[in-house]
Nanobody, 118 residues
């Protein structure tokens, strides 16, 4: 049974930091590209950051470059999103995704709410 469990969301003031975690189980974590997406009310889900299975290559949305850092620990089957200098427009539900391109498999977590407000 595949599971992705996100944690670390919450309420933070503008300029603050949060670290999201996503623990995977039931699949070969190290073989999957891991991504963080977010969806704000009334908006479409968008890609925030991605880290590939091999080599640790990363991609970021322009809106978070220089502020967010994605990383993974394959020994712990966990992907992280360090979010610094948070802005109100970062407020959204953040989702973890595991994707295996060749096998055409994609799994989603349940989401964790991040609210940036004073």
């Amino acid at each position: 049974q595949v599971q992705l469990v996100e944690s670390g969301g919450g309420l933070v003031q503008p300029g603050g930091s949060l670290r999201l975690s996503c623990a995977g189980s039931g699949f070969t974590f190290s073989s999957y590209t891991m991504s963080w997406y977010r969806q704000a009310p009334g908006k479409e889900r968008e890609l925030v950051a991605r880290i590939f299975s091999a080599g640790g290559i990363t991609n970021y949305a322009d809106s978070v470059k220089g502020r967010f850092t994605i990383s993974r620990d394959n020994a712990k089957n966990t992907v992280y999103l360090q979010m610094d200098s948070l802005k109100p427009e970062d407020t959204a539900v953040y989702y973890c995704n595991a994707n295996h391109i060749l096998r055409r498999l994609s799994y989603w977590g349940q989401g964790t709410q991040v609210t940036v407000s004073s």
